[in-house]
């Protein structure tokens, strides 16, 4: 494995370390170097594409999770940042060799990304129970899942040839 890196938002950064340290953690659990781990700090989630398409361009990374914590406010400010975002991510991904997975949370209010990012329960709508849950874990394992579904589809590729 080359590196996984992480282009993490420094915008409402209490949640993005919380998906930041749960995403390591995964990792690392599944086996992974912690050095192989990198992180790049931005300002805010609309700079998130400018590092990913660097990124890309060095073809020396294996995998790209992008984190950050858009919470809607008073403004269309919120409509903004997140759409421009996931829609420059979105279009990147499709020209990337590295799987880049979106983790930029966008949600209504604070107890929500609170509960997203690990720090507060919520009722599992399927079981009634409470439960924490951080979507850190979630895009570290669609970066691995991901990073499997690419490597074989370059396989069928090639077999095609």
């Not at 990124?55 to 790209?64: A, C, K, T």
């Not at 269309?76 to 279009?91: F, G, K, M, P, W």
């Not at 507060?120 to 499997?148: C, Q, R, T, W």
Request: charged fraction near 25%; glycine fraction near 6%; include cysteine.
């Amino acid at each position: 494995m080359k590196k996984i890196v992480f282009v993490n938002s420094e915008f409402n950064k209490v949640y993005v370390d919380a998906l930041h340290t749960a995403a390591k953690d995964y990792f690392v659990a599944k086996g992974t170097d912690a050095a192989k781990l990198e992180t790049i700090w931005v300002p805010g989630a609309l700079e998130i594409p400018a590092i990913v398409s660097r990124l890309i361009e060095s073809d020396q990374v294996d995998i790209i999770i992008t984190l950050g914590a858009v919470i809607r406010g008073e403004t269309t400010h919120y409509e903004l940042v997140s759409e421009n975002c996931a829609s420059r991510i979105s279009e990147l991904s499709t020209v990337s060799r590295a799987p880049i997975i979106f983790g930029v949370l966008t949600t209504e209010n604070d107890t929500q990304m609170k509960q997203r990012c690990g720090m507060l329960e919520k009722e599992d709508p399927i079981s009634g129970k409470s439960v924490i849950e951080n979507h850190g874990e979630y895009f570290a394992d669609a970066g691995l899942k991901m990073l499997s579904s690419l490597s074989r589809a370059t396989e069928l590729r090639m077999e095609q040839s």
